[in-house]
Nanobody, 121 residues
Framework: QVQLVESGGGLVQAGGSLRLSCAAS????????VGWFRQAPGKERIIVAA????????YYADSVKGRFTISKDNAKNTVYLQMNSLKPEDTAVYYC??????????????WGQGTQVTVSS
């Protein structure tokens, strides 16, 4: 089992940057595929970025490709989401997630509590 705690959210102007962190306790992130999801008010939760457990290959939603970067530091048991060139439509609660399989799915086994990101226009 693993417990996940997100941090790094906040208020930023359009065009600015934030880095979200997700710290894990229990098993190391090397045992899991990990990813980031977000949910805006009145909308469904969607996957934003993911990284495979073994290969390290990454996935990004088209809406964030070229602006967001997911990375993982196994030694520190932390996964990051670097968010650049933020837009008002990026405003959402962001969640990190972990999956026992090789690739994160739409319904991961483990979730963090979420951190709010608000982008002003």
């Amino acid at each position: 089992q693993v417990q996940l705690v997100e941090s790094g959210g906040g208020l930023v102007q359009a065009g600015g940057s934030l880095r979200l962190s997700c710290a894990a306790s229990g098993r190391t992130f090397s045992s899991y595929a990990v990813g980031w999801f977000r949910q805006a008010p009145g909308k469904e939760r969607i996957i934003v970025a993911a990284i495979r457990r073994s290969s390290g290959s990454t996935y990004y939603a088209d809406s964030v490709k070229g602006r967001f970067t997911i990375s993982k530091d196994n030694a520190k048991n932390t996964v990051y989401l670097q968010m650049n060139s933020l837009k008002p439509e990026d405003t959402a609660v962001y969640y990190c997630a972990a999956e026992l399989g090789p690739l994160i799915t739409a319904t991961p086994t483990y979730w963090g509590q979420g951190t709010q990101v608000t982008v002003s226009s």
